[in-house]
């Protein structure tokens, strides 16, 4: 083979790879807006606002599928190896947990159908700050991804910590709701499901850190992932300490 036909073929991968990471990048961003969208219809309390985010997640399963396919033509007309093959998995995992936070961006607003027929509830207003710091989170990641930043990865890997911080004491606080009224515990029920919604999308935020790492050192991200999440075990809730 000739200089200039590998030349050519090399750029041609590459041509294609950051076609592939645009794309991945805008399935993200669509992502992202899906959930700042389904934070506004539980403020709004507006239904078929609410029955439009769900429908709109059919476009980020699309797209995962139309980069699952570009992802098998690289590699069948391509055959990577190395960092290219890196280049090209991370893209499919990529891909695949993006979808994933779609998917719990529409629970979110799933959940606020029902939770818009009851009384309006005061910490209803904590979600706001939990969707606030994972789509900073998933942005910050994808900003990652772009520019094949690991340490930028890295940082969102540590720092989302922060949110489960969040989700745990959001999740104490509606506890206390419940116990202190129980005919506000089926609307915090939903409450807390959206939260764990939101604090998972923060979960697939460090996949794709890790994945970025991987794709731009060659090696996974060693070591035990601060985890704040202590809703599984909390601690007692004390009555009459109800947040104003």
Same mark, same amino acid.
């Given at each position: 083979?000739? &200089? ?10 590459d041509d294609?790879?950051?076609r592939l990471? &645009?794309?991945?990048?805008?399935? &993200? ?11 506004d219809v539980?403020?709004?309390r507006?239904?078929?606002?609410? *029955? ?8 980020i399963?699309?797209?995962? *599928? ?7 033509r ?8 190395a ?14 947990d993006i979808?994933r936070? &779609? ?10 159908i ?12 904590g ?8 789509a900073?989170e998933?942005?910050e ?9 690991a340490e930028?990865a890295y ?5 989302d910590v ?11 606080e509606?506890?206390?709701y419940m ?23 923060g ?7 890790e994945?970025?790492?991987?794709q ?7 070591? *035990?992932?601060?985890?704040?999440d ?15």
């Amino acid at each position: 083979m000739s &200089g200039s036909s590998k030349e050519h073929i090399i750029k041609s991968y590459d041509d294609e790879l950051i076609r592939l990471t &645009g794309e991945l990048v805008r399935m &993200g961003e669509l992502a992202v807006s899906q959930l700042e969208a389904a934070i506004d219809v539980v403020d709004r309390r507006d239904e078929r606002a609410a *029955q439009h985010v769900v429908h709109n997640d059919d476009a980020i399963d699309q797209l995962e *599928q139309e980069i699952s396919h570009d992802v098998v033509r690289l590699l069948a007309l391509r055959a990577p190896i190395a960092g290219d093959l890196r280049n090209v998995f991370a893209a499919l995992r990529i891909a695949a947990d993006i979808e994933r936070i &779609g998917d719990y961006a529409a629970n979110v607003a799933k959940r606020s159908i029902p939770l818009s027929m009851a009384a309006p509830l005061t910490p209803t207003g904590g979600l706001a700050h939990l969707a606030e710091l994972a789509a900073e989170e998933v942005r910050e990641v994808l900003r990652a991804y772009r520019d094949r930043d690991a340490e930028r990865a890295y940082k969102v890997w540590q720092d989302d910590v922060q949110l489960d911080e969040a989700y745990t004491g959001y999740f104490r606080e509606l506890l206390t709701y419940m116990m202190e009224d129980p005919r506000v515990i089926t609307p915090c029920t939903h409450l807390l499901f959206m939260a764990k919604n939101i604090e998972r999308i923060g979960d697939h935020a460090t996949n794709i850190a890790e994945n970025v790492w991987f794709q731009v050192k060659g090696e996974p991200l060693s070591g *035990q992932r601060d985890k704040r999440d202590l809703t599984s075990n909390p601690e007692p809730v004390k009555l009459g300490n109800r947040p104003e």
